[in-house]
């Protein structure tokens, strides 16, 4: 097993962490990750552990070779493979590590509503670009969108329903697998009701049977 480590924690609540990843984190000498991260992880972990919170992603470097004896954990919400550090990290550490995957904030949403995802296109709008319109039009079933303040869920159907697009169901997962997890239910026709701002969420645009584009 690496000494460097990219460790997936799931949704959030620590019960939808792997087994894999829990005794990676109790192994740890030092775990990396954002404030909500490790608070998350902190239970887990030993009571010998360092924990460091990062604020730009480039501090992640400067303490993996400033701790070169110590076995290190680097914490990412959800799975490695969906929009994580993990390219970026393949790019900057000079040494290799390994991935622990996870399960997905938008795996955990689909589990809850009892649907199948594989229809979907899945993407990000978290602070990117992504021409979701044309994407919309293009699949099978809707999107799944990681969203963010200015990408919000409101202001995504707003630019749908402009588009063109009718009969959209649009379900809002915020804060998935927390106490305070909310499942929002809305119908494209209803986007100027929804409110302005969202917890920490997942968004699934999906076409209903009658769905029509104009």
Known sequence: ???VMVVSIGPGNVDYISQKAKERLEQSDFVLGSRRQIEDVRSICSVTTEFYVYKKITEIKEVVEKEQKKKISILVSGDSGYYSLVPYLKKVLR??????PGL???QYLF???????????IGSVHGRKLDYIQKFREENRGLVLLTDEENNPKQIAKNLWEAGFREVDIIVG???SYQEENISYYKIEDWEIMPERFEMNVC???KGEEN???
Do not use: H, P, T, V
């Not at 589990?111 to 296109?121: A, L, V």
């Open 212 to 214: 029509a584009y104009l």
């Open 174 to 176: 915020e804060n998935l």
């Open 1 to 3: 097993m690496s000494r």
């Open 204 to 206: 699934i645009y999906r």
């Open 104 to 106: 997905s904030s938008f």
């Open 111 to 121: 589990s809850k509503i009892g649907e199948n995802w594989q229809d979907f296109f």
């Open 95 to 100: 040494e290799e590590f390994d991935i622990i």
